[in-house]
């Protein structure tokens, strides 16, 4: 069974900048992401990483966030810079090994004056 332990979320004014941290039971081999959900709207892709290093951002973060992992500690960063309101929401890791999927609990990130 997989476990994802996620850390690092909190309150941040616009502008600043936050990472999260996502810890992962099992094989490194895995496609690793984080997702979001804000109130009212769909969860959606944030970025993700898969093992050889690929990755993948959605268009609303490029150029802002950056996703990386540690295969030695099968953890997967998500170092966010230059905060907008509009991402706050419900962060959520997100790791694909096999056929399956598995979530963390969610974190809190608000961005906001």
């Known amino acids: 069974q997989v476990q994802l332990v996620e850390s690092g979320g909190g309150l941040v004014q616009p502008g600043g900048s936050l990472r999260l941290s996502c810890a992962a039971s099992?094989?490194?081999?895995?496609?690793m992401g984080w997702y979001r959900q804000a109130p009212g709207k769909q969860r959606e892709l944030v970025a993700h990483?898969?093992?050889?290093?690929?990755?993948n951002y959605a268009d609303s973060v490029k150029g802002r966030f950056t996703i990386s992992r540690d295969n030695a500690k099968n953890t997967v960063y998500l170092q966010m810079n230059s905060l907008e309101p509009e991402d706050t929401a419900v962060y959520y890791c997100?790791?694909?090994?096999?056929?399956?999927?598995?979530w963390g609990q969610g974190t809190q990130v608000t961005v906001s004056s």
């Open positions: 997100n790791l694909r090994l096999l056929g399956f999927e598995y």
């Open positions: 099992g094989s490194s081999f895995s496609i």
């Open positions: 990483i898969t093992s050889s290093g690929f990755t």
